[in-house]
């Protein structure tokens, strides 16, 4: 039976060195308050597991509490990289940190085969991909019924799960709404669980699509208001987005890591505490955690031999960005739905539902089905995706119903790294020798989504030490290494099936799957594209020029870009 308690005792009690410690919140209730706790309390020595270790566990990470990491997906939603993750990765400090690596859906089948108490979930997932050779929690099992091989994971049940909700009611049972992502089975999944909320009530009053944890499988509440800031809670607070840029700045530099850990969440020198540590206020416009196959904007180059490289002209009365914007949305015309990721895949396809295809179906990893936003979200997370939607559901129905049953038509991604076969890097580069491997985010949803969808497209700006001839490293199996290759991994989507970048677009050739240049952007020239592409590229007998942006295909993209722009930033006396 939960007991209500303080924070401080609640921590003090339940989590301790050595643990393996799950702060879940998919972009939404991400219990910051707690993990503050956690650093103030000097407690050491943790495994730390997220499906996405964003802000939070930069912070845990930076503050010396992690010996060891187990997620899908590490950055700044929406901003960049996670600057004191990379630090420990890359450098050893403040201390090494060991990885334990999946996508997002072997993260959610970990927790659901925790929470059944099962050894491990199967999932048609990591085909191709080079995360199992480097993730001992990945195996595979053959099925004793079709002799299909299938990806096994190791369950995962954390010493104590952490989650932030909106309501407890004085018997210790809790209530959550909104996107809730893995909570459930990370609470259920865990030997402890603690549970900070926003009000305690007399009682829970019913709201649809709910999760409700009873009071017999939770061991403390603590009434912590604002304890999600700066993620948000429905109903009572919103993002504060402008918190997660300016960390950026905060946590590039160890020194001023430094004076924010002992101002802001130890409360020295001058004290500050309270919204900028986390521990309570209102937040800011509402976002989320990372996208399926979104890359940090500030992505590690290779290396030597990256040579200095040129933004393309712009197009008369157009940017080359726009170009390639416009291009992708017209990519959508006629699908049914598509599985989007964040930054550019979100851009085309918000555009595309105001343009070429308003029936086009949104879906979000965060677990919305049919999000109508009406600004460019920061990413799928953004409370409005939520708000909007046709549906929500978990994290684990999203990767296991919806995208592995095949009923997405077209997932859209970003990539860090593409080979002349479309398969996709962003997990590490190689800086060359003698320095350490740059860390990327990770695979997120895109093995998956490029797995069973029934084709991909990707977009991202073309730059030679992007489009690579060989990469660093598999995360997402697009063609293999040619025809033949996706077929023989029993991989049902086609697929990708065009890469549109602010050069032109380059498609796979039916008969080798190498991608070669179909069409260029009004403006740009072949040998353009070959002196920004890491292979002798191919080309198309007949390679067509794009059409410009239309004056109504510009205004939308504008005006998308604008709204995103004129958001509020809703601070509450933050200094973070």
């Not at 994971?153 to 210790?172: E, K």
């Not at 080309?539 to 998308?560: F, K, M, Q, S």
Request: glycine share 12%; proline share 7%.
């Amino acid at each position: 039976m939960a007991d209500i308690r303080s924070l401080h005792e609640a921590v003090a009690e339940l989590i301790h060195d050595g643990d393996t410690v799950a702060l879940e919140g998919f972009t939404h209730l991400i219990p910051f308050a707690a993990a503050h706790e956690i650093i103030r309390q000097g407690i050491k020595d943790l495994t730390l597991a997220r499906m996405t270790p964003d802000v939070v566990y930069d912070q845990l990470i930076g503050a010396g509490a992690a010996r060891k990491l187990v997620f899908s997906w590490g950055g700044n939603p929406g901003v960049g990289s996670l600057h004191r993750f990379r630090d420990a990765v890359e450098h050893g400090w403040p201390a090494p940190l060991e990885i334990d690596e999946h996508s997002h859906a072997g993260m959610a089948n970990r927790y659901a085969a925790g929470a059944a108490r099962l050894p491990f979930a199967v999932l048609r997932g990591y085909r191709g991909s080079d995360i199992p050779a480097r993730t001992p929690t990945v195996s595979t099992v053959v099925c004793p019924f079709t002799g299909e091989e299938l990806a096994a994971v190791a369950a995962l049940n954390p010493d104590v799960t952490v989650i932030h909700a909106q309501q407890a009611d004085r018997a210790g049972n809790v209530q959550l709404w909104g996107l809730t992502g893995v909570q459930k089975e990370a609470a259920l999944a865990a030997r402890r669980v603690l549970v900070t909320v926003e009000e305690i009530v007399d009682a829970l009053e019913p709201r649809p699509g709910s999760v409700v944890l009873p009071t017999w499988v939770v061991d403390a509440v603590a009434l912590v208001p604002g304890g999600a800031h700066p993620s948000y809670a429905a109903g009572y607070s919103v993002r504060d987005n402008a918190y997660y840029r300016e960390w950026d700045g905060i946590a590039r530099d160890r020194a001023a890591f430094g004076r924010w850990l002992a101002e802001c969440v130890r409360g020295e020198g001058n004290g500050v505490r309270g919204a900028a540590a986390g521990d309570g206020g209102a937040g800011g416009a509402g976002a989320g955690d990372g996208g399926a196959g979104a890359v940090p904007a500030d992505t590690p180059e290779r290396g030597p031999e990256t040579t200095p490289e040129t933004v393309p002209e712009a197009a008369p009365d157009c940017t080359p960005d726009e170009l390639m914007e416009v291009n992708a949305a017209r990519a959508l015309a006629g699908a049914r739905s598509c599985f989007v990721g964040i930054g550019l895949p979100s851009t085309a396809a918000n555009l595309a539902r105001r343009t070429v295809n308003p029936d086009l179906v949104l879906v979000y990893e965060s677990g919305t089905l049919g999000s109508k936003p009406t600004r460019l979200p920061l990413s799928i997370g953004d409370g409005e995706l939520a708000d909007t939607a046709d549906s929500v559901v978990s994290v684990p129905e999203m990767f296991n119903y919806w995208l592995q049953g095949g009923r997405i038509d077209v997932g859209f991604l970003g990539a860090a790294q593409v080979d002349r076969f479309a398969n996709i890097n962003t997990t590490v580069v190689d800086r060359g020798p003698g320095r350490p491997e740059g860390r990327l985010p990770g695979a997120g949803g895109a093995p998956e989504i490029a797995a069973n969808c029934g084709q991909v497209l990707m977009v991202l700006r073309h730059r030679r030490r992007n489009f690579v001839g060989t990469l660093d490293f598999v995360t997402t199996l697009g063609h293999g290494a040619g025809p033949g290759d996706r077929a023989a991994l029993g991989l049902p989507g086609a697929g990708p099936t065009a890469v549109i970048t602010d050069l032109g677009v380059l498609r796979p050739d039916p008969d080798t799957a190498e991608l070669v240049l179909t069409e260029l952007h009004p403006g740009v020239t072949v040998d353009q594209v070959r002196a920004a592409t890491g292979w002798d590229l191919r080309e198309a007998d007949r390679i067509g020029v794009t059409a410009p942006p239309t004056t109504a295909e510009l205004a939308a993209l504008r005006a998308l870009k604008a709204a995103a722009a004129d958001e509020p930033p809703h601070r509450s006396g933050t200094d973070a």
